[in-house]
C-alpha cells in the first residue's frame, strides 16, 4: 500500500501509548501523577516513537474503580491538574507529532454524580429516566455479572427512589439510559467539549454494554443501538474530520465486525474507527508460552478485513488488562502457567505486580471466564506497578 494513500488515515500506523496518569509521572511532588509531570515526559515518550497518547479517566470521581466512576464529564481530578493543564499536555503532545485521544465512559456514572442523585430523589426528577429504573428486576433483563466476586446481581434497589436501579458492572456505578435522547444529546456534548479542547478521539468504554437497551420497558420498540453509533461517529466526524472511535468491543470476530458500520466491507466506517483485536492478542499469548508463532499467523490468516477505512488495533495489553475469555480452558492453563497471580491480588486485579494471569472467577457463558476483558487493576493494595502503560500498535 502507497504512503500517500494512508498519510491522512493516521490511525493506520499509529503507535499509541496507554497511561493512567495518576501513576505516570508526579509534577508536584505530592506522591500522585499529574498532568505536569506527564508534560514533563512527553520528550521521553516521543523517543520511544509513539505518535498517540492514549488517556485512562482524569476526571472528578470518588476513585473507587480507578477513575472509571465519575461525577463530571467537564472537569479534571484536581488531583491531576486543571483544565489548563490538560490543553498544556495537548498542545505539547502536538509539538511533538502527537496526537491524544481519551477514555469515552458514559455507559455509566458515579452513584455520587449530580445527575443520579436529582434522579433518585423524586420520580419527577428531569434526570430520573436518565437511568434504567424497574419496580423489580425484569426476568428478561439483562443477563450476566462481570464482577461475580464483588457483585452478586445487576440491579439495585434505591430506598430513596423506591425502584431498582440497573448497574453492569459495580453496584455504584448505575448504568445511563441511552435509549433516552436527552442523554443522548449529552454524550454528543460531551464529546464535543473534549474535542474542542485538542483531543483526536476517543477510546469507547465497554461498546456492547454501552449499546445495550435490555431491561427497558420498550426494548422491542427502541430503534436499533448500531443506529446511535452510527450517530455518534457521524458527529465526531463533523467535529473533526480525523478524529477516530477506538472501541473496545471484546467479542468474536464475526460479532464484533458489525460494530465497524460498513456492511459491505468498504468505504469509511459508519461507527467505530478501529476495534481492538481481544483474539489476535489472545492468540499472541499462547504463541509466546508455546514458543512457537503458529497460533497467532492462523488467527491472523482468518481475521476478516475490515472496512478499508477502519483497522484493527493489535495490541499486547490493554493498559493492565488480560483477558484470556476466548481461549479454551486447556489453552488458558498453559497460557496461566509461566505467568501466575501474586498472592495480592484479588480476582479481579488481573495484572498485580507484574503478573498476567485474568481473573478465572468470571462468567464467560460455559468457561467460567469474564467475558467483559478483566479489569483494570484497581485494588488499591495492589502494587502500583501493575497499573503500568500499554503499546498499542495499528
Keep these: 500500500m502507497r504512503l500517500t494513500q494512508t498519510s491522512d488515515l493516521w490511525w493506520k500506523n499509529a503507535v499509541i501509548y496507554c497511561l493512567d496518569i495518576e501513576t505516570y509521572a508526579d509534577g508536584n511532588g505530592d506522591g500522585c501523577g499529574d498532568f ?3 508534560i514533563q515526559q512527553i520528550d521521553h515518550l516521543d523517543r520511544l516513537g509513539v505518535t498517540c497518547l492514549w488517556l485512562m479517566p482524569f476526571f472528578p470521581t470518588p476513585d473507587r474503580d480507578d477513575g472509571y ?3 463530571d464529564f467537564y472537569g479534571v481530578d484536581e ?3 486543571t483544565l489548563g493543564d490538560m490543553v498544556e499536555l495537548v498542545r505539547t503532545a502536538r509539538d511533538r507529532g502527537m496526537r491524544v485521544i481519551a477514555d469515552l465512559v458514559v455507559n455509566h456514572t458515579s452513584a455520587q454524580h449530580p445527575w443520579f442523585q436529582s434522579a433518585r430523589s423524586s420520580p419527577d426528577s428531569p434526570y430520573r429516566d436518565w437511568y434504567v429504573w424497574q419496580d423489580e428486576p425484569p426476568a428478561d433483563g439483562p443477563q450476566g455479572v462481570v464482577f461475580p466476586d464483588q457483585e452478586t446481581g445487576l440491579w439495585e434497589y434505591d430506598k430513596k427512589a423506591k425502584q431498582y436501579y440497573l448497574h453492569r458492572f459495580y453496584k455504584h456505578q448505575p448504568d445511563l439510559n441511552v435509549a433516552n435522547p436527552a442523554v443522548r444529546d449529552e454524550v454528543a456534548r460531551i464529546m464535543g467539549f473534549w474535542m474542542q479542547l485538542g483531543l483526536s478521539g476517543f477510546r469507547v468504554d465497554a461498546v456492547p454494554f454501552f ?3 435490555d431491561g427497558q420497558d420498550d426494548a422491542t420498540a427502541l430503534p436499533d443501538p448500531h443506529d446511535y453509533l452510527a450517530d455518534l461517529s457521524a458527529f465526531l466526524r463533523r467535529r473533526n474530520g480525523d478524529a477516530v472511535l477506538l472501541g473496545e468491543v ?3 470476530y464475526p460479532d464484533t465486525m458489525p460494530f465497524f458500520g460498513a456492511n459491505d466491507g468498504g468505504g469509511s466506517t ?9 483474539i489476535g492478542m489472545q492468540q499472541m499469548y499462547l504463541a509466546l508460552a508455546r514458543g512457537d508463532a503458529e497460533p497467532l499467523a492462523e488467527t491472523l490468516r482468518q481475521r476478516p478485513d475490515p472496512p478499508e477505512d477502519g483497522h484493527w488495533a493489535t495490541f499486547v495489553r490493554n493498559h493492565d488488562e488480560l483477558t484470556l475469555d476466548k481461549l ?3 489453552q488458558r492453563k498453559e497460557v496461566s502457567t509461566p505467568w501466575g497471580p501474586t498472592r495480592t491480588c484479588s480476582s479481579t486485579a488481573a495484572a498485580c505486580a507484574g503478573a498476567c494471569r485474568p481473573c478465572s472467577t468470571g462468567t464467560s457463558a460455559g468457561s467460567g471466564w469474564s467475558t467483559a476483558c478483566c479489569s483494570p487493576c484497581r485494588e488499591r493494595r495492589c502494587s502500583t506497578t501493575a497499573r503500568r502503560s500499554a503499546w498499542v500498535r495499528t
Design 328 to 330: 479454551t480452558d486447556a
Design 79 to 81: 488531583r491531576l491538574g
Design 36 to 38: 505536569r509531570g506527564l
Design 250 to 252: 471484546n467479542l468474536p
Design 270 to 278: 459508519d461507527e467505530l474507527t478501529m476495534c481492538f483485536d481481544f
Design 211 to 213: 449499546l445495550e437497551t
Design 69 to 71: 466512576d465519575i461525577t
